[in-house]
């Protein structure tokens, strides 16, 4: 299994943005669909976007469309999060995960790796 590593979380106020980061093993990205999950507490961990490893599909969560941008670097095997105009609905645990090529998918079970995830705190 791939170890997947996330930075960039951190506490942040309503309409600020971040962008998290995921370094994956040399040619991750280029072999596995990428997504982000985010977990908040007493919920289920929840889709947030994935692309697939030829970059040219992309699928998103209603939440995430028109705020939240999923990319990747093939060359640096990282996978990129832009989140713009966060909200306090969306402080959570930010998870990276690598799951095999193909149509993008939502569905946590797809994905195989994960990393350890980190934390965003958006404040009102």
């Known amino acids: 299994q791939a170890q997947l590593v996330e930075s960039g979380g951190g506490l942040v106020q309503a309409g600020d943005s971040l962008r998290l980061s995921c370094a994956a093993p040399?040619?991750?990205?280029?072999?596995?669909?990428m997504a982000w999950f985010r977990q908040a507490p007493g919920k289920e961990r929840e889709f947030v976007g994935a692309?697939?490893?030829?970059?040219?599909?992309?699928k998103d969560a209603d939440f995430a469309k028109g705020r939240f941008t999923i990319s990747k670097d093939d060359a640096k095997s990282t996978v990129y999060l832009q989140m713009n105009n966060l909200q306090p609905a969306d402080t959570a645990v930010y998870y990276c995960a690598a799951g095999q090529p193909g149509n993008p998918s939502s569905v946590p079970s797809s994905y195989k790796s994960w990393g350890q995830g980190t934390q965003v705190t958006v404040t009102a």
């Open positions: 040399m040619r991750t990205t280029m072999w596995y669909t």
């Open positions: 692309i697939s490893r030829v970059g040219s599909r992309t």
